[in-house]
């Protein structure tokens, strides 16, 4: 098993003056402790499960540039971009362009969107679910297609564009992976087996249900399950000295007989790099040998 690690939370000790700097030390420990996956959130304002709106929050594709440029190997992502917050072509443009500066590390992590409060607080359209379940299919066949040979038109449900030119073409062949996020089991699971590489579901009482949910939908689609890659979010608390890591490395065993091949999560105590230090040397190698 693999594991990822999610930053959500900027708010640290030294403040907006060194985050920068602290980000980077903590980007660089990351790498090069071995974790698979190097993500963040995508959003504009604080969610209510980290801290209050008002709290530091950067936004999500410059500051994986800039991780981009602190790290070697670790694939790059959101977890998860809302569909709402940008057109698909300025979307596939930023992913093209990260992939293409990080080496062929980008991930698109994409879902429907749920934060109203933070879309009414800056003036984004919040449509209704239909609606941005409609957004997200019109973008999933746009990034396909603009990462595809050829630059002809797209027509989907709410784009109409004339000319998908994408120049540089992402490093990354056939196209950077594609993470689609939620456990919604009429169109978000239907939507993985029909155009994503990734699942990104909560590791809840039901996630056996999800991915056999998800398992039916390949079998509908014509999709091999297995080369979806299923990936769950999970904190990865191990405690300030350790003491919950066996706790820890038992709850990936269990979701790595679910088939699970990647837990991705917030850890708690950044940007302390010495519980970084400690997954290198002890949780990433467990986790690998599962």
Same mark, same amino acid.
């Given at each position: 098993m ?21 980000l ?6 990351a790498?090069e402790?071995g ?30 540039g800039f ?62 679910? +239909? =609606? #941005? ?5 019109? *973008? %999933? ?8 040979? !050829?630059? $002809? ?7 109409? +564009? =004339? #000319? ?5 073409? *992402? %490093? ?8 689609? !996020?939620? $456990? ?38 014509g999709r ?26 038992d709850?990936?065993?269990r979701?790595?007989g ?10 708690p ?11 290198g ?10």
């Amino acid at each position: 098993m693999k594991l990822g690690l999610q930053i959500p939370n900027f708010t640290w000790a030294g403040g907006p003056a060194t985050l920068g700097a602290d980000l980077a030390r903590v980007a660089r420990s990351a790498d090069e402790a071995g974790f698979e996956y190097l993500a963040v959130m995508d959003h504009f304002f604080q969610i209510s499960q980290v801290g209050p709106a008002d709290t530091d929050m950067l936004e999500a594709y410059t500051t994986l540039g800039f991780l981009a440029a602190h790290t070697e190997r670790a694939k790059l992502l959101t977890v998860i971009t809302g569909v709402i917050y940008r057109h698909p072509g300025v979307l596939a443009k930023a992913i093209t362009t990260l992939d293409v500066l990080s080496g062929g590390r980008a991930i698109l992590g994409i879902g429907a969107g749920w934060n109203e409060e933070e879309s009414k607080g800056l003036g984004i359209p919040f449509p209704s679910t +239909a =609606e #941005r379940f409609e957004l997200l299919e019109d *973008a %999933l066949q746009y990034v396909k297609q603009m990462w595809a040979d !050829g630059d $002809g038109p797209f027509k989907g449900k709410h784009v109409d +564009a =004339e #000319r998908l030119l994408n120049v540089p073409q *992402a %490093l990354t062949r056939p196209h950077p992976p594609i993470m689609v !996020g939620g $456990g919604g089991e009429k169109k978000t699971l239907r939507f993985v087996a029909k155009y994503a590489d990734a699942c990104n579901l909560f590791n809840s009482p039901d996630l056996e249900h999800k991915l056999d949910v998800l398992k039916q939908h390949c079998e509908n689609e014509g999709r091999d399950y297995a080369e979806i890659t299923k990936t769950v979010y999970h904190v990865l608390d191990i405690g300030e000295k350790g003491e919950k890591s066996a706790q820890l490395i038992d709850e990936l065993g269990r979701l790595r007989g679910l088939g699970i091949d990647v837990a991705l999560g917030a850890m708690p105590g950044l940007p302390d790099t010495e519980l970084l230090e400690r997954f290198g040397s002890e949780i990433i190698p467990a986790a690998e040998a599962l």
